[in-house]
């Protein structure tokens, strides 16, 4: 997938998507509904999400929880944007979600990896209270907090949580 024929968002433009093996097609994670897709366009990487199927009115709900999480600002979520024309494929316009790509270990790989540290374990576990408490007293639902939507950066202050996958994503509407 190259950008400049196929993406319709000016930042995304000069886009090119990660190659995996071992045809060097375009690597992608499949979901329920959409494939998403690494892409590196003017030196930032972005997790590109585009839909296989018809998403209704999607737009109006991206809208309501992108502009909530941008007045609550909750170190969990990613800045995304929803574009109703996103992609164009084979002459068709396409619906695309556009993310900050998030770099982490999903939740289960890290619990694996540290299943001999207690003391990991305990800091992840009090990382997840704390964010289920600020989503909380932000009225934010997830929806669907599966272990590859939880991602864990592990640095020397202790584990951090990121969420990803904002589909199913509930805030109050204002």
Known sequence: MHGAKAFLVPELKAGV???GPPLGMP???NGGFASVFRVNSGGKDYAVKCFT??????????AEVSAYLQQNKLSYFAHFAFHKQGIRVEGREYPIVQLEWVRGAPLKTFIENNLRDPHRLVALA?????MLSDLR?????????????VLVNDDSG???????????VVVPIS
Not at 126 to 130: C, D, G, I, P, S
Not at 137 to 149: C, F, K, R, T, Y
Request: a negative charge; hydrophobic letters at 35%.
């Open 17 to 19: 998507a990660e190659r």
């Open 158 to 168: 202790g584990p951090t949580l990121r969420l990803i996958d904002y589909d199913t």
């Open 27 to 29: 690597k992608t994670w």
């Open 126 to 130: 009090e990382a997840w209270r704390r």
């Open 137 to 149: 007293a932000n009225h934010i639902a997830h929806g669907d907090l599966q272990h590859e939507n």
């Open 53 to 62: 199927m018809d998403i209704g009115d999607a737009a109006t709900q991206y």
